[in-house]
């Protein structure tokens, strides 16, 4: 009988996880460049693992919900997921943590169409 080791398994989740991320890195090259232009990809990559592993913990599971979670950090500073407020606003007793974050999303993205529309600095590639 062929048995999977706990160390197999955890080599496929990270392997898994790894392949997860760059495709996240990826989308918000193309999709959201303004918002990591900043960040080269190594730090791109841990931003977004570090995202990913702090929506899970708040028991946000859909891609949707990662994807809004991350969109909320990287538009942020890096104290985001330490912010005891956010903290607040995901682990007091609200059942749902993917409306939370989807309406917490919502509203920072209106925000963010505000200050464009308010002539809001646009990043130019030369």
Do not use: C, N, T
Request: hydrophobic content about 40%; charged content about 30%; overall charge positive.
């Amino acid at each position: 009988m062929f048995v999977i080791r706990q160390e197999q398994i955890a080599q496929m989740m990270a392997a898994m996880d790894h392949e997860y991320y760059e495709r996240l890195r990826k989308l918000f090259r193309e999709r959201f460049p303004g918002l990591v232009i900043r960040l080269d990809d190594p730090a791109l990559l841990e931003q977004i693992a570090l995202g990913v592993r702090k929506a899970r913990q708040y028991g946000i599971k859909s891609g949707k919900g990662i994807l809004a979670y991350l969109g909320l950090s990287l538009s942020s500073d890096p104290a985001f997921h330490d912010d005891p407020k956010i903290k607040r606003f995901f682990e007091q007793d609200a059942p749902d943590p993917e409306a939370k974050v989807q309406w917490f999303y919502k509203r920072a993205v209106e925000k963010l169409e505000k200050a464009q529309a308010a002539g809001w600095p646009h990043h130019h590639h030369a």
